[in-house]
C-alpha cells in the first residue's frame, strides 16, 4: 500500500484559507450591522445586542463567540452570562463614529464585492470584469458616481482601505522641502486631511470629479481642516493636474491598463516642478511576485472590477517610467502589503 504521508506536511494551510470565506463573512456581517459601532465605550450582553441588531436567538451565541475566537470582541462570562466589548482594534477602527473608522472598504466588500468574487472563475476564462458590467448595467464608476449613497460608501471604502497607509505616509514622508501638494482622485480628501494634520505648513488639494466635491467637502469641514484642504472638482483624464510640489495617486493606477497608467503619470511629471514628487500608494507587488498576496490578490480584484486594471510592482513601475525622466524612484514601505512608490522629477 502507497502511502503519501510525509512528516510535518498537514493541510492546516488549505483548509484556512480554503474556508476562509467563512471568517471573512462573519466580520463583514457584523461590521455591516454595525455592531462594533454599538459597543463603542461599553459593554453589553448578548440580549441587548439581539435587541439593537434584531437578530434571532438561534445563531447568537455561535455568531458573537465566532468573532471573540477570531480576536475582534473580548467576553467575561458565558452564553447567557456573558457580556460583550470591542477590542482595542475594532474600537479604534471599526467604529463609524470615529475618524479612524476603516469599515467602508468592509462595507463595500459586503455589498458588492463578495458576490462578485463569486465569479472568479468566469473572471479567469473570459477576462471580462464581473461586476455589474457582467450583467448590462452601468460601469463600476458611472454607477457609483450616479447614486449619491453608493457613492457617499465608496468614498468611505476608499479611505477605509487606506486610513492607516496615509496617517504612516504624512508621518514618514520629508515634507521640509515642500509647501503643496495634490491628491489626484483624492475621494473624501482624507490623504490631504492627514497630511495637513501631521504637516501644518503644507497647503492641500484634493482633486476629483464633480460629484465628489460636496462629499469631501464635509469630510473636510467636520475636520475642522477646511483652510488647509481644498476638494476642488476636475476629470483626471481630461483636465491638466493642479501644479503642486508633491503630486499622490492612493489607490489610482491600478483601475487602469498600460497606456492610461501612462498618461496619468505623465500629467503627474507635468505638474511637478523640477525635485517635487510623485506618490504611488498601492499595494506594491513585490518583484518576484511571490510574497505580497494581498496585491495579489488585489490585482485579480482589478481583474474582476475593470476592463484592463491590474496591480504592479516597482520594476513594472520603472518600466512604464521608461520614456519618463524621474531622477530617482524609491519604495516606502508603510502598513501591511502597502508601499509607496516615489518618484522625483
Keep these: 500500500m502507497n502511502s503519501t504521508a510525509t512528516t510535518g506536511v498537514n493541510p492546516n494551510q488549505i483548509m484556512q484559507v480554503g474556508m476562509g470565506f467563512w471568517a471573512s463573512k462573519t466580520l463583514l456581517t457584523a461590521v455591516n450591522m454595525s455592531l462594533f459601532t454599538g459597543l463603542a465605550g461599553k459593554e453589553l450582553s448578548a440580549q441587548s445586542i439581539k435587541s439593537n441588531l434584531g437578530l434571532h436567538q438561534?445563531?447568537?451565541?455561535?455568531?458573537?463567540?465566532?468573532?471573540?475566537?477570531?480576536?475582534?470582541?473580548?467576553?467575561?462570562?458565558?452564553?447567557?452570562?456573558?457580556?460583550?466589548?470591542?477590542?482595542?482594534?475594532?474600537?479604534?477602527?471599526?467604529?463609524?463614529?470615529?475618524?479612524?473608522?476603516?469599515?467602508?472598504?468592509?462595507?463595500?466588500?459586503?455589498?458588492?464585492?463578495?458576490?462578485?468574487?463569486?465569479?472568479?472563475?468566469?473572471?479567469?476564462?473570459?477576462?471580462?470584469?464581473?461586476?455589474?458590467?457582467?450583467?448590462?448595467?452601468?460601469?463600476?464608476?458611472?454607477?457609483?458616481?450616479?447614486?449619491?449613497?453608493?457613492?457617499?460608501?465608496?468614498?468611505?471604502?476608499?479611505?477605509?482601505?487606506?486610513?492607516?497607509?496615509?496617517?504612516?505616509?504624512?508621518?514618514?514622508?520629508?515634507?521640509?522641502?515642500?509647501?503643496?501638494?495634490?491628491?489626484?482622485?483624492g475621494a473624501g480628501g482624507h490623504l490631504c486631511a492627514q497630511v495637513a494634520l501631521n504637516n501644518p505648513h503644507m497647503t492641500c488639494t484634493s482633486f476629483d470629479l464633480p460629484a465628489v466635491t460636496p462629499v469631501a467637502q464635509g469630510i473636510i469641514n467636520a475636520m475642522n481642516l477646511a483652510d488647509k484642504v481644498h476638494p476642488i472638482s476636475g476629470d483626471f483624464f481630461t483636465d491638466d493636474f493642479p501644479a503642486a510640489d508633491v503630486i499622490t495617486m492612493g489607490n489610482i493606477l491600478h483601475d487602469w491598463g498600460k497606456e492610461d497608467k501612462q498618461i496619468l503619470i505623465k500629467k503627474a511629471y507635468n505638474a511637478l516642478p523640477i525635485g517635487g514628487a510623485l506618490i504611488v500608494i498601492e499595494n506594491i507587488i513585490d518583484d518576484n511576485r511571490e510574497q505580497n498576496a494581498f496585491g495579489l490578490m488585489m490585482s485579480l480584484n482589478m481583474n474582476i472590477e475593470t476592463l484592463e486594471g491590474y496591480d504592479f510592482s516597482l520594476q513594472d513601475f520603472k518600466e512604464l517610467t521608461a520614456d519618463i525622466t524621474f531622477s530617482n524612484i524609491r519604495l516606502m514601505p508603510l502598513t501591511g502589503p502597502t508601499s509607496a512608490i516615489i518618484a522625483i522629477k
Design 58 to 185: 438561534r445563531g447568537l451565541y455561535d455568531f458573537l463567540d465566532t468573532l471573540v475566537a477570531l480576536g475582534f470582541l473580548n467576553r467575561t462570562g458565558i452564553k447567557e452570562n456573558a457580556m460583550y466589548a470591542n477590542t482595542d482594534e475594532t474600537n479604534l477602527f471599526l467604529d463609524k463614529n470615529k475618524p479612524t473608522y476603516i469599515g467602508g472598504i468592509l462595507e463595500m466588500a459586503n455589498n458588492r464585492l463578495y458576490p462578485f468574487w463569486g465569479d472568479l472563475e468566469d473572471c479567469l476564462k473570459t477576462g471580462s470584469p464581473q461586476n455589474e458590467a457582467k450583467t448590462g448595467e452601468a460601469s463600476m464608476f458611472d454607477a457609483v458616481y450616479a447614486d449619491e449613497d453608493r457613492l457617499k460608501e465608496f468614498v468611505h471604502a476608499m479611505a477605509g482601505v487606506q486610513m492607516g497607509n496615509f496617517m504612516a505616509f504624512a508621518q514618514q514622508f520629508d515634507f521640509s522641502n515642500y509647501t503643496t501638494i495634490c491628491d489626484i482622485g
